[in-house]
């Protein structure tokens, strides 16, 4: 345990003799009940990887437990004079704290190339090896291999069995793992994990870009050790990006321009070949499945709502035996299943339902895996929102979206379409006055205080009371409606312009009054809503401009649900065009880059949404019987 004194930061000085910090610190720590092993992995190409490795006083044949990381390994495990208590260590490590420690692992936090303490160039989610995204020799997956090989060779106390786990980015680097793994690799938790960054995780919701990440992108790619952080001239992000213009223009004033990443998000608006095959569940679908994967799912994941119940989709089908791929939705934000998770936001949920999780789902399952013990975990684990409770299940989803709920005049919403000739609900959408995602101020979203992270539970009353907002709702519900799958929008409609988002909110509201939580009566709690940049109709890769004023219909997912909408509440859904300053503005007037629109660019559009007629806008939702 040497090696962390100023030999490290500085160059040799005439003066040395005169230092009184020593040459090589002796770091034995008398007293601690684990023992924290800092080493530098070399790779296949001689790059050298910084690893945490924290091993429990008088580990025996443990397993290991291993993230990697763009996160600081270092910070994840405590700094340099961390504390002499493993739980307390453990805490920082963005992981399942109480379970790793009960659980007697070994746990390895590792620094990816060219983060941290690790050696190497930087990508953004490195792309697969050897291709034209990635010409280098190496990726996270050999990354992950070498480090596997060189754990199970040089950690003694370890059983030799592996398992990787990591929340966002890091559950990104777990599905990397798999693919041609280690054989000591014996399982993989991706939670929230980053799949496919344009269709809907962390940097386009279907084509419209999340332009709050510029932040993100800035303090990763700025500095090896995210020590250059993002300044804001405003207080409220809306108005940074509002003056700023384009998004284009927005990353200019930030000098966002000479880094890598930025380059070559702003250069591939549409989902070309660049997304198409870094999405990790088109990369995996071309690989055998041969380690056991627990996929863990938010179904609030202001993040990364997309990846987790892709890669199940793609995966399933190679699960012929039915024991490989499990997957968990949770009632969580991004992350949440590692913390606190009785409530989200102002929705309780009558329990603490991440510790139900850890201790009934992934601690058996991790222990099955890693130490033979024999574990009874279904293969989806799934919480029903509304009625609140846990279910386990074979297969998901338990219903096909087919069940069309129908737009109607008058602000009407039902199963039962609207008879008579066209009709269509109308609003002028005005990219000078945008909606935005949640009620002014918006902070940054990562500042200190910010409650980003439960902004899509957020009521969503203060869009309903605006003109430019659609607001559709049902009667009060007599008997429940379940919805377990992921609803499909079918939204016919015209724009005068030539291009067009569109934004569709299923919602759920409270009854008029609720007596046991006052402050919840009318509260309009969104279930699932997303955004579909209306060039993106026809073709995802190949945008076109939209023809003015002709009723089109735009065809896309939401987020998968399992919900009960009770009894005495109202199903409601939303229509609108800009969700700001979350999603860039889109200028309605077709330009070939929005990231470069020009203030003149921008144009107010009429929106006539089909409510009635043969064409009647619809979302087919997945009904169970109840
Ligand atoms: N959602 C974050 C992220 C993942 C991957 C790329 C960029 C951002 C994260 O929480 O790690």
Avoid: C
Wanted: charged share 20%.
């Amino acid at each position: 345990l040497a090696g962390q004194g100023y030999a490290q930061d500085q160059k040799p000085s005439p003066n040395q003799q005169y230092d009184e910090r020593p040459a090589d610190l002796n770091l034995s720590h008398q007293g601690w009940n684990y023992e924290k092993r800092v080493v530098d992995i070399p790779m296949r190409d001689g790059v050298k990887l910084h690893t945490v490795i924290l091993i429990p006083n008088g580990a025996k044949d443990a397993p290991i437990l291993l993230t990697r990381t763009p996160y600081n390994a270092e910070g994840m495990t405590g700094g340099a004079g961390s504390s002499a208590n493993l739980a307390e260590v453990l805490q920082h490590s963005d992981g399942p704290a109480d379970v790793i420690l009960k659980g007697g692992y070994i746990r390895v936090i590792q620094d990816v190339r060219g983060k941290y303490g690790s050696e190497g160039i930087y990508m953004m989610n490195p792309p697969p090896h050897g291709t034209d995204l990635n010409p280098t020799d190496t990726d996270d997956s050999t990354d992950t291999y070498d480090t596997i090989d060189w754990l199970v060779k040089n950690v003694p106390e370890s059983n030799k069995k592996v398992g990787i786990l990591g929340i966002s980015y890091d559950g990104y680097l777990s599905l990397t793992a798999t693919i041609d793994p280690h054989p000591a690799l014996k399982v993989a938790v991706p939670m929230n994990p980053m799949v496919d960054g344009w269709r809907g995780d962390d940097w386009f919701h279907n084509g419209a870009l999340r332009e709050t990440n510029m932040t993100y992108i800035w303090e990763q790619e700025a500095t090896k050790a995210n020590s250059n952080p993002w300044f804001s001239t405003t207080y409220d992000d809306y108005d940074y990006y509002k003056r700023a213009g384009s998004a284009g223009a927005a990353a200019a004033q930030h000098n966002l321009d000479q880094i890598g990443f930025w380059k070559k998000i702003s250069s591939h608006p549409a989902y070309d070949k660049f997304w198409q095959d870094q999405a990790m569940d088109r990369v995996l679908a071309k690989h055998p499945l041969k380690v056991p994967i627990m996929l863990v799912h938010g179904q609030w994941d202001q993040e990364d709502i997309y990846g987790a119940p892709a890669v199940w989709k793609a995966l399933k089908p190679k699960d012929t035996d039915n024991d490989m791929l499990y997957m968990t939705m949770g009632p969580w934000y991004h992350g949440q299943e590692v913390r606190d998770g009785s409530a989200l936001g102002n929705i309780d949920w009558d329990q603490d339902t991440a510790k139900w999780w850890r201790w009934h789902v992934l601690a058996p399952f991790l222990s099955h895996y890693l130490k033979g013990t024999p574990m009874d975990v279904a293969p989806v684990t799934v919480f029903r929102s509304g009625t609140n409770e846990w279910q386990e299940l074979q297969d998901w989803p338990v219903a096909k979206a087919n069940d069309p709920l129908y737009l109607k005049p008058g602000g009407g919403l039902g199963f039962d379409k609207a008879a008579g000739p066209m009709q269509t609900a109308d609003y002028v959408s005005d990219p000078d006055h945008p909606v935005t995602y949640r009620p002014r101020p918006i902070p940054p979203v990562y500042a200190s205080g910010s409650t980003w992270h439960q902004w899509l539970t957020d009521d969503q009353r203060f869009a309903e009371s605006r003109p430019d907002v659609l607001t559709f709702t049902t009667d009060v519900l007599t008997k429940p409606v379940t919805i377990a799958g992921q609803p499909v929008v079918h939204l016919n409609a015209s724009t005068s312009g030539t291009d067009s988002d569109w934004v569709v909110k299923l919602i759920d509201v409270y009854p008029d009054q609720v007596p046991a939580k006052p402050e919840m009566g009318g509260y309009e709690f969104p279930v699932a809503m997303d955004i579909f940049r209306g060039r993106y109709r026809e073709s995802l890769s190949d945008p076109k401009s939209i023809t003015p004023d002709k009723p089109l219909e735009y065809t896309f997912d939401l987020p998968n649900s399992d919900h009960v909408f009770l009894p005495g509440h109202r199903i409601m859904v939303q229509v609108q065009s800009s969700w700001f300053p979350l999603y860039d503005r889109n200028p309605q007037k077709y330009v070939k880059n929005i990231f470069y629109a020009k203030p003149e660019d921008f144009q107010k559009a009429t929106q006539k949404v089909t409510v009635s007629g043969p064409n009647a806008s619809y979302i087919d939702l997945p009904v169970v019987a109840n």
